[in-house]
C-alpha cells in the first residue's frame, strides 16, 4: 500500500539554524500539507500547497517557514532560523483530490530545537 | 472560541462499553469532516469520513448535523485496541483545503 514516508525521524537542531524536513507524497496526489503537534498539544494546520504554490496557510506559517516541491516526488518545509518553540513533532499529508478525499498522514518528523 | 471543539475527556471505560463523542465547529463556510484516531506518538490515521446521511464502518458510527454544527462518533462494543486518543477533523476553503483538528478526546478501554 503507498504511504507518505518523511525523514529524518528525529532532528536535533540549535537555535537560530536552518532545518529541512522531507517528505515524499504517494505518488499520484496531488495536494500537500505540513501540520506540526507540540508535545501534549493538538494537531496545527501549517499550509497546503497544489499546483506548485501555496493553497492556504495559517498564522503559525509566518516568513520563518517555507515550502518547496523541488521535483515530482520530494515535498519539503524549510524553517530558516529555528527558535526554542519550534520544537514539535512535523506531520506532512497528501491528498489525490476533491473535496472529501482522505489525507494520508506520514509518520512525521520531531524537531528538537536546543 | 476554539473553531473545533471536542469533549475534553478522557474516557475510562471497560472493555464492551459504548462510548459517545461529540464535536462542535464554529464555522459554517465548513465543507468535509472527518474522525481521526491518533496513538500515542503517531500520525493521526483516518477512522472515517463524516455525511449528514450518516455512515457507519462496522462497530462505529458518525453523524453530522449541519444545521447544528455537530458531528459524532459512537464506538459499540469498545475493545482495548479502541484506546487511542480520537480527533474531530473538519476542513474548509477551496482546492488546497485548510484543516482543522480538534484537541481530541483521549479514550482508555479497560479490561
Known amino acids: 500500500e503507498p504511504e507518505v514516508t518523511q525523514t529524518p525521524s528525529h532532528q536535533v537542531t540549535q537555535m537560530g539554524q536552518e532545518v529541512i524536513l522531507r517528505c515524499v507524497p504517494i505518488s499520484n496526489h496531488l495536494y500537500f500539507y505540513w501540520y506540526r503537534q507540540i508535545l501534549g498539544q493538538k494537531v496545527e494546520f501549517l499550509v497546503s500547497?497544489?499546483?506548485?504554490?501555496?493553497?492556504?496557510k495559517s498564522e503559525i506559517f509566518d516568513d520563518q517557514f517555507s515550502v518547496e516541491r523541488p521535483d515530482g516526488s520530494n515535498f519539503t518545509l524549510k524553517i530558516r532560523s529555528t527558535k526554542l518553540e519550534d520544537s514539535a513533532m512535523y506531520f506532512c499529508?497528501?491528498?489525490?483530490?476533491?473535496?472529501?478525499?482522505?489525507?494520508?498522514f506520514g509518520p512525521g518528523t520531531r524537531l528538537t530545537v536546543l | 472560541r476554539k473553531e473545533v471543539e471536542q469533549d475534553p475527556g478522557p474516557f475510562n471505560v471497560p472493555e464492551g462499553a459504548t462510548v459517545a463523542f461529540n464535536c462542535t465547529y464554529s464555522?459554517?463556510?465548513?465543507?468535509?469532516f472527518f474522525w481521526y484516531r491518533q496513538d500515542c506518538r503517531k500520525e493521526p490515521k483516518l477512522l472515517m469520513s463524516?455525511?449528514?446521511s450518516g455512515n457507519e464502518d462496522g462497530r462505529f458510527t458518525a453523524q453530522l448535523n449541519r444545521a447544528s454544527q455537530y458531528i459524532s462518533l459512537l464506538i459499540r462494543d469498545s475493545k482495548l485496541s479502541d484506546s487511542a486518543t480520537y480527533l474531530c477533523v473538519v476542513n474548509r476553503g477551496t482546492g488546497g483545503f485548510k484543516t482543522i483538528f480538534g484537541a481530541g478526546t483521549r479514550l482508555f478501554v479497560k479490561a
Open positions: 464555522n459554517s463556510a465548513s465543507q468535509s
Open positions: 499529508a497528501s491528498r489525490e483530490r476533491g473535496d472529501g478525499d482522505t489525507q494520508y
Open positions: 463524516v455525511y449528514s
Open positions: 500547497f497544489y499546483n506548485n504554490e501555496i493553497s492556504e
